[in-house]
């Protein structure tokens, strides 16, 4: 008698090309063909660990550069994909600017927006909005405005911090002083990213320390930033 089988193999990998930053993760979802096989189980490696790792599917871009990722089947039936990664960087080796999650870190105040596209390797790949969703494509750039990178179709959001600048105009006066003094007589509460850019001294608290700090930078004793 014959015996026909009812196990499903893999019968295809589909999944594109992938970019990743340097220092980020992406998480992969390949999609197993067909969508009832028995085993959808896959095996990932990179080609070249120095430029990105990957681990339970998701990668890690290590350096600048591209390799190939071979994504395998692992039921037997030797179906296989191999794309490519490239991992990007967000800064210039010289810019100062770093990541602290999605914050962008050490923007000084006053920094203009010709200023800020100096510090991004890709500056084409980037668009700065405002407060408003508004793109800015000139002028100063205030604290907790957006960075949006875009490559391959996806697009990846950044909130730019300037410490001391809590009325998010771009420069340090005498408003953001009264701002945080208001927070310490809980008259007001900052939160979220606006507390963070008053958090001067870095201490994750508020206090007299952060208020003394606007105020030597009025007096341009010690200047933030």
Known sequence: NLIVSSYKYVTDIVIEDATVEVGKDLQLIPVVEP?????KALKMTSADTSIFTVTNGKIHGV??????LTIEATDGSGIKKIIKVTVVELFTNTSKYELDGNY??????????????ENFAEPDTIKIYD???KEVTSGI????????????????EYIFIILGDVTCEGIINSADLLKIRQH?????????ELFYSADITKDEILNSADLLRVRQHLLGINKIG
């Open 184 to 192: 310490l007589l809980t008259v007001v509460t900052l939160k979220d």
């Open 63 to 68: 350096k600048k550069g591209s390799a190939n």
């Open 141 to 156: 750039i205030g604290n907790t405005f957006k960075a949006k990178k875009t490559i391959s179709g996806k697009t990846t």
């Open 131 to 133: 407060l408003k969703s």
């Open 104 to 117: 962008i870190i050490n923007v000084a105040p006053e920094t203009t927006y010709e200023k800020v596209l």
């Open 35 to 39: 969508s009832n096989a028995a085993n």
